[in-house]
């Protein structure tokens, strides 16, 4: 297809981070950045690796032989599948400490070899190769895909329109430092002199989902707790509620806010800004503001006419999506306040690790390929719409809801990136519960309703291990022992032949048999802190990338959520004006009948 393939960011690199980088070999890195400056730009080009006009993947060879391969493997059951140790091994990868077996996918070994082909077909490796590249991956948006550069250490160069951008990461990772540490250190104190102890960090969507994700994991995890010791750290996403649950107890003498959005124009972040802007100017004043409230934007004139000192805001930039964007200051500004910034440098580092593979690994040995092609397969040929994430690990508790907008907001597209209807069903619906508590609330429907594939994720080392005197196995064994037991359950269920061999009555034999034969895959991390949450979250970004790539759509735009924001700003003015003028909502404001009679509810409940 004319693709030209730039080897020299190809090359498999050694990952360092900047907390890793050691003086003596500062100059070996120097100069193999000057020479990777020197190499000519790729010049693949994403439009011509996509499908052209009316190509969809779907009428590819190798999209048909998969669709026709299906009818192969429904005639298998993971129970004979799982007795083949030859295929077993085909089914796990170990990268970077994360062990993955995914031999409970309804697959063969010629499954996972026809998936290859389909990346192939895709130009999977091209397009990772554009988006490293900084290409603009995200053409409705005209923009660049970079998240990857807000982890890059500083010996690598990321180029966007002829610019190094690694760089500017790093100049705001090192404000990021600087603040963040005055503010710890007690330098940097509030108006009245006090040391800042406390952050509500203001922010929705990507700007909130993944900070809260990252914060739910390491504020158990032993290094990063010492780290926070008397301080805390709170999240205000959407209404009053979360106003008054976010400021419980909350002192404004020694509290900081850090108001985070991309536009900084979200109506919800931007009145929940003004709202806690009036809290602490009612208790500490107006000149307060400029010791008391910090911003993390991409828009940094709106930052200032909101009143926020541009000194005191953080950038990051366009090529950087609001859900791709935990590892800009997004997320490191409020968790470096709260866990100090070496934790955060080992977050970045752990999700490097990934990056660095992703972009290098073979397709075959590439593990968020390899997760992004099954993903593929079970949506779009054996028509599974749903997948579950099964942490069994509490403080993975926020990992479901944060990729569920990840992977939601990025694949749930009805054209592909021409515009062309797509001729498949694309994105999945995403949910999970930390295990065990899944199981005993929806994992019936999982064993015996509804086929869900499941991610099964779990730690050799818990956070907090609890052996207690005369018990068989510690609290973690416990959880673990579940985290084996349910992927089997799901892919061997249980048959009426097992069923009467333990004497069950026949009238409750199909109450009790198990079909079976229900995917699964078990990611084993050797624990969770600040640099295995890094890669975990790479690896999920990156595997939704993969499915996007194959399946031909543009995973970095969101149009499909303007629509309600526009329709709520002209509810909003209809409603003001209505209030204003103590009118009822007239059939000429519009709206139709069922809203018009909602709203109408609505104010009249207000009035009494
Ligand atoms: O909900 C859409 C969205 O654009 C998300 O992608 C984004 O993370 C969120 O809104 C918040 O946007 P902002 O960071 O601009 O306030």
Redesign the pocket.
């Known amino acids: 297809r004319g693709v030209v393939f730039n080897k020299a960011v190809r090359l498999p690199r050694q990952s360092r981070h900047r907390a890793q980088i050691k003086s003596e070999d500062e100059a070996e890195a120097v100069e193999e950045k000057e020479q990777k400056e020197e190499s000519p730009s790729v010049s693949s080009s994403f439009d011509e690796a996509m499908a052209k006009k009316g190509e969809s993947i779907a009428n590819s060879a190798e999209w048909k032989a998969l669709m026709e391969h299906k009818s192969e493997i429904d005639k298998t059951h993971l129970r004979d599948l799982m007795r083949d140790e030859k295929r077993w091994k085909a089914c796990v990868r170990e990268v970077d400490g994360i062990y993955c077996d995914f031999s409970r996918q309804r697959i063969t070994e010629e499954t996972l070899e026809m998936l290859l082909d389909l990346a192939k077909k895709a130009n999977l490796e091209e397009k990772i190769q554009a988006m490293f590249s900084g290409e603009h991956i995200n053409s409705t948006e005209d923009r660049a895909v970079l998240h990857v550069a807000t982890r890059a250490p500083p010996t690598e160069s990321i180029m966007v329109e002829g610019k190094d951008v690694v760089p500017d990461v790093h100049d705001v990772l090192d404000k990021i430092k600087y603040f963040t540490e005055s503010v710890r250190n007690e330098e940097w104190l509030g108006s009245t002199g006090k040391p800042l102890k406390d952050v509500v960090a203001i922010?929705?969507?990507?700007?909130f989902l993944g900070p809260l994700f990252v914060h739910t994991a390491l504020s158990t995890d032993k290094a990063s707790k010492e780290a926070a010791t008397g301080r805390r750290l709170r999240f205000l996403s959407v209404d009053p509620v979360d106003v008054a649950r976010s400021l419980n107890n909350l002192d404004p003498e020694t509290t900081l806010v850090v108001v985070?959005?991309?536009?900084?124009?979200?109506a919800e972040?931007m009145l929940n800004a003004r709202t806690v802007r009036a809290w602490l100017v009612a208790s500490l004043g107006e000149s307060a503001v400029a010791q008391h409230m910090v911003a993390v934007s991409t828009n940094l004139k709106l930052v200032k006419e909101f009143g926020i000192d541009p000194n005191n805001a953080f950038a990051f930039w366009d090529w950087v999506?609001?859900?791709y964007?935990v590892c800009s200051a997004v997320g490191i500004l409020p968790l470096a306040l709260q866990y100090g910034f070496d934790t955060t440098e080992q977050f970045l580092a752990g999700a490097w690790s990934i990056d660095d593979h992703f972009r290098s690994a073979p397709l075959k040995e590439n593990l968020p390929v390899m997760l992004g092609l099954l993903s593929v397969w079970n949506v779009s040929f054996l028509d599974c719409p749903a997948r579950a994430i099964l942490p069994y690990c509490q403080a993975l508790a926020k990992l479901a809801p944060h990729i569920q907008q990840v992977s939601m907001?990025s694949n749930g597209k009805g054209v592909d990136i021409h515009g062309n209807r797509l001729p498949f069903e694309s994105g999945e619906i995403d949910f999970g519960e930390p295990g065990t508590n899944g199981q005993h609330s929806f994992y019936q429907l999982i064993h015996q309703g509804r086929v869900i594939p499941c991610d099964f994720i779990g730690t050799v080392k818990s956070q907090q291990s609890v052996y207690l005197k005369g018990e068989i196995v510690s609290n973690h064994d416990e959880l673990m022992c579940n985290f084996f037991a349910q992927a089997d359950a799901l892919a061997m269920g249980k048959t009426a032949v097992e069923l009467r061999s333990e004497s069950c009555p026949d009238s409750l034999i199909p109450h009790k048999t198990f079909t079976g034969n229900r995917p699964s895959l078990s990611i084993l991390l050797p624990e969770l802190n600040a640099y295995s949450t890094g890669q975990l979250l790479a690896l999920y970004e990156h595997r939704v990338a993969v499915q996007g790539f194959v399946w031909g759509l543009n995973s970095f735009d969101?149009w499909g959520?303007e629509l309600g924001k526009v329709l709520a700003s002209r509810v909003r003015s209809i409603v003001n004006d209505a209030r204003n003028k103590g009118r009822r909502i007239e059939s000429s404001d519009g709206l139709n009948v069922s809203t018009q009679e909602l709203i109408n509810k609505y104010l009249d409940g207000k009035a009494e």
């Open positions: 922010g929705i969507g990507g700007s985070v959005s991309k536009t900084f124009t979200t972040t999506g609001g859900r964007s907001e969101q959520v």
